[in-house]
């Protein structure tokens, strides 16, 4: 079974510094895609950034980048230029195959706050 | 930009009582999700849906669960007869087929079982 680690349950940053998330997973799998949520007070899900396995370039998404270490297996999020926005529950997902069985599994998330 | 919906965004029952919980996919979507969030915990996976059938489900969807496409644009959970632990945020999501591996979920169902 897979599974995914979130370790650090809060963090706090100063707006327009940067921030980094960590995530690790375990998997057995070679094939997967990684994903980070992010979960505003409203608790809508929102997809942040995706990586897939079997690319070694990074995943970048305007002020948002990922650190994709496969061997080690671990994905965390970069938040370059915080903004006050962007205080929400961070969640880092895991997913294997993308057929009919695919799922997310979640990690327990990460609570960021911006400070002004 | 497409959107998965979801109606209710807020419902209150009573225990014992059925709740149908409604999701309206992005229109050329595929599969289709159930998960669920208790308060304060991570978002647990229910149930997957492809080609009217149930691909994929977890252990906490039990027989009090059950999905359905009863058209070609809805995508619906009943729960059978609620319980307290129930309560949660329920959340359904879409996938495509075409560069397809992201689910986009829609704003949720805060469900409250009292």
């Known amino acids: 079974a897979q599974t995914v680690t979130q370790s650090q349950p809060e963090m706090s940053v100063q707006e327009a510094e940067t921030v980094t998330l960590s995530c690790t997973y375990d998997t057995s799998e070679n094939n997967y895609y990684l994903f980070w949520y992010k979960q505003p007070p409203s608790r809508q899900m929102i997809l942040v950034i995706r990586q897939e396995a079997y690319k070694q370039q990074n995943a970048t998404e305007n002020r948002f980048s990922v650190n994709f270490q496969k061997a080690a297996k671990s994905f965390s999020l970069k938040i370059s230029d915080s903004q006050l926005g962007d205080t929400a529950m961070y969640f880092c997902?895991?997913?294997?195959?993308?057929?009919?069985?695919?799922?997310?599994?979640f990690g327990k998330g990460i609570t960021l706050s911006v400070r002004p | 930009e497409p959107e998965v919906t979801q109606t209710p965004s807020h419902q209150v029952t009573q225990m014992g009582q059925e709740v149908i919980l409604r999701c309206v996919p992005i229109s050329n979507h595929l599969y289709f999700y159930w998960y669920r969030q208790i308060l304060g915990q991570k978002v647990e996976f229910l149930v997957s849906f492809y080609n009217n059938e149930i691909s994929e489900k977890s252990e906490i969807f039990d027989d009090q669960f059950s999905v359905e496409r009863p058209d070609g644009s809805n995508f619906t959970l009943k729960i059978r007869s609620t319980k307290l632990e129930d309560s949660a945020m329920y959340f359904c999501?879409?996938?495509?087929?075409?560069?397809?591996?992201?689910?986009?979920f829609g704003p949720g169902t805060r469900l409250l079982v009292l």
């Open positions: 997902a895991f997913m294997t195959h993308t057929g009919a069985n695919s799922k997310l599994t």
């Open positions: 999501a879409s996938r495509g087929t075409s560069g397809g591996e992201t689910q986009y």
